[in-house]
């Protein structure tokens, strides 16, 4: 198995990893590498509400591979609010 990256949404009751294409990685400023969050919900047809209707508890960008899994961001949900346009 070759080095692939997911983001993990975790939410109470299930996770669901959303793949992230090769293309769709980039190296920060920082020279860490990074992929828009936003980018990988609009492919899979989802948006920022979604994750919160869902109840996420946190997103995370992961590496892995054969023999691991890597964390490479998280971002926690715990004290994320969320106000609907009305």
């Known amino acids: 198995m070759k080095k692939r990256f997911v983001y993990v949404i975790d939410t ?3 996770s669901k990893e959303l ?3 090769d293309n ?5 400023a920082d020279g860490e590498l990074d992929c828009p969050l936003d980018l990988i919900l609009h492919r899979y047809q989802m ?3 979604d994750l919160f209707q869902m ?9 892995e591979d054969f023999y691991e899994r890597k964390v490479i961001r998280s971002i926690s949900f715990e ?7 009305k």
Do not use: C, G, H
């Open 12 to 14: 109470p009751t299930e």
């Open 19 to 21: 793949l992230v294409r």
């Open 24 to 28: 769709e990685l980039i190296e920060n």
């Open 47 to 49: 948006a920022w509400d």
């Open 55 to 63: 109840k996420a508890a946190t997103v995370s960008l992961m590496q």
């Open 79 to 85: 004290n994320l609010y969320y106000f609907q346009k």
